[in-house]
């Protein structure tokens, strides 16, 4: 599979989910989220990770988050089964700006956003003119009022912050610095079909799991 393009963190925010919760939402027709298993990918890292390539795959990866992936066609959500599959080798250990090679196996959660795709945002920010989701507590969505319409008779102009809603995919552009999604308002409040809480995954970075 090829490499992954480089883009702008979502106001440099970190989010880590548990593999329950990424795999209800794969379960989920309405999520959106896809997932790749037992990816293999050659990353290059710096040499300075030599002695430790894991924390050098961990910040890799970590840097990719939620980034858009040129072979998946979608922002990145998260990797889990993380496991470097052969020994690494550095092209010289003695140049620090060297770069060293490591064959890498991971699951990848991601989200294409196909247009014409519904799919629940929690409400964030609201004007006039637009307001802004977040999907899955990572994707920023944009929606727009319709132009015809005035904002009293929008349902934008009903929701409150934090409010649950039906987005419409209607336009998107991921391959930006800062990726760009558009949909429109299907439903003013609903029930979320999954949890939306994410959970936190901590813990120690083993040899052959670099991820939980």
Same mark, same amino acid.
């Given at each position: ?25 794969? /379960? ?40 858009? /992936?040129?072979?998946? /066609? ?18 010289? %250990? ?68 934090? /409010? ?10 991921? %391959? ?19 949890? %939306? ?10 040899? %052959?799991?670099?991820?939980?």
């Amino acid at each position: 599979m090829g490499s992954i393009l480089n883009m702008n963190k979502f106001g440099g925010q970190k989010f880590e989910f548990s593999a329950k919760y990424l795999n209800q939402l794969v /379960d989920n027709d309405n999520s959106g989220v896809k997932v790749c298993r037992n990816c293999i990918r050659v990353f290059q890292l710096k040499n300075k990770y030599v002695d430790n390539p894991k924390e050098g795959l961990k910040a890799h990866l970590d840097s990719t988050i939620p980034q858009y /992936d040129i072979e998946l /066609d979608g922002l990145i959500m998260a990797y889990k089964n993380v496991k470097i599959l052969t020994p690494v080798y550095a092209q010289d %250990r003695t140049l620090f700006d060297s770069m060293m090679a490591v064959n890498v196996s991971f699951d990848v959660y991601y989200l294409p956003f196909m247009i014409g795709s519904i799919l629940e945002g929690t409400v964030s920010h609201v004007e006039e003119k637009h307001m802004v989701c977040h999907v899955h507590n990572i994707f920023h969505v944009s929606v727009l009022k319709p132009y015809s319409k005035p904002f009293e008779e929008w349902g934008g102009s009903k929701v409150k912050l934090g /409010d649950t809603v039906e987005i419409e995919i209607t336009a998107k552009l991921l %391959r930006e610095d800062i990726p760009y999604v558009q949909g429109k308002l299907l439903s003013e409040s609903i029930e979320p079909d999954v949890d %939306r809480v994410a959970e936190v995954i901590t813990g120690e970075v083993t040899e %052959r799991n670099v991820t939980n």
